[in-house]
C-alpha cells in the first residue's frame, strides 16, 4: 500500500506563505485524486483541497480559495499545497490522504483510503 508523508508545515505569522510536501513511498500515489484535509485542536477534520492524478482537475474549500493551491509532479510522486495570506484561523494538522476507485477530487474524508501522519501549521497573529 502507498504510504504518505507530509513536510513543509511550520510557525508563519499573518499574510504569509508556506508550501506543504506530500511524499508517496512504497509505490505510487493511486492514480485516481489525493487530497489535503486539515484538522484544528477540538475541531472535525475538514477539507482543504483535492486533484486528480492528471491534475486537469481540482476543487477547493470555499475558505482557502484564491490563497490556497493544489498541484503535483507525478515524476517526483509528490503533491503539494502552495499556501498565500495565511491566517490565524489556517492553524492545524494538514493531512494528505489518497482515494481509489474514482477520479473525483471528493470533498469528503471517507472518500479516501491512505492518509499520511500530518505536518502542524502555525500562524500567529
Known amino acids: 500500500q502507498v504510504q504518505l508523508v507530509e513536510s513543509g508545515g511550520g510557525l508563519v505569522q499573518a499574510g504569509g506563505s508556506l508550501r506543504l510536501s506530500c511524499a508517496a513511498s512504497g509505490r505510487t500515489f493511486s492514480r485516481f485524486a489525493t487530497a489535503w484535509f486539515r484538522q484544528a485542536p477540538g475541531k472535525e477534520r475538514e477539507f482543504v483541497a483535492a486533484?486528480?492524478?492528471?491534475?486537469?482537475?481540482?476543487n477547493y474549500a470555499d475558505s482557502v480559495k484564491g490563497r490556497f493551491t493544489i498541484s503535483r509532479d507525478n515524476a517526483k510522486n509528490t503533491v503539494y499545497l502552495q499556501m498565500n495570506s495565511l491566517k490565524p484561523e489556517d492553524t492545524a494538522v494538514y493531512y494528505c490522504?489518497?482515494?481509489?476507485?474514482?477520479?473525483?477530487?471528493?470533498?469528503?474524508?471517507?472518500?479516501?483510503?491512505?492518509w499520511g501522519q500530518g505536518t502542524q501549521v502555525t500562524v500567529s497573529s
Open positions: 486533484i486528480t492524478w492528471s491534475g486537469s482537475n481540482t
Open positions: 490522504a489518497d482515494r481509489v476507485g474514482s477520479y473525483y477530487p471528493s470533498s469528503t474524508s471517507y472518500a479516501y483510503m491512505y
